[in-house]
């Protein structure tokens, strides 16, 4: 996994329907939150919903992407299935370029990119205290009072 700190290769994937992405123009509206998950992860499963309640900040909270290591059919189904609805692009196989150029060896792996281009933050996994301070930096609040949430889960 790139650390903090490091420069954030610019990625161009496709998303659900085709179009392009690329993470330079995405930083010219501000910083991007990265999100790698597979379709079959458990802990991806559990992270997903908690993301996409930071994602519907109506107070403008983070520009969060999702990246899929799955094909377009599948990842829409996990959108469906989670309620999941941020922007989701497909690294597939065999290449998994954006995954490689990141060294993402587990997911989730949740990436906080800055408008300079550098990793603010690199997590892997659930990590409830780093999903806490996410929400605190956008003013939006990623847990309820009566979610039951562990402090950390491996991917």
Request: glycine letters at 8%; a neutral charge; one cysteine or more.
């Amino acid at each position: 996994m790139l650390p903090t700190g490091a420069s954030a290769p610019d990625i161009n994937l496709p998303d659900l329907d085709g179009a392009r992405w690329t993470l330079r123009e995405a930083l010219r509206g501000g910083p991007v939150v990265l999100a790698f998950f597979k379709i079959s992860c458990s802990t991806c499963q559990f992270t997903f919903p908690f993301l996409q309640r930071l994602a519907d900040s109506p107070d403008g909270g983070p520009r969060l992407i999702a990246i899929s290591q799955d094909d377009a059919p599948d990842s829409r189904e996990f959108q469906q299935r989670f309620g999941v609805s941020m922007p989701t692009l497909i690294d597939a196989p065999p290449k998994y370029t954006a995954s490689t150029a990141y060294r993402v060896t587990s997911v989730p792996s949740i990436f906080v990119i800055e408008t300079d281009g550098k990793i603010a933050s690199a997590v892997e996994g659930f990590n409830k205290a780093e999903l806490e301070k996410l929400g605190q930096r956008f003013r939006v609040a990623p847990f309820r009072e009566n979610d039951r949430v562990p402090a950390m889960r491996p991917g």
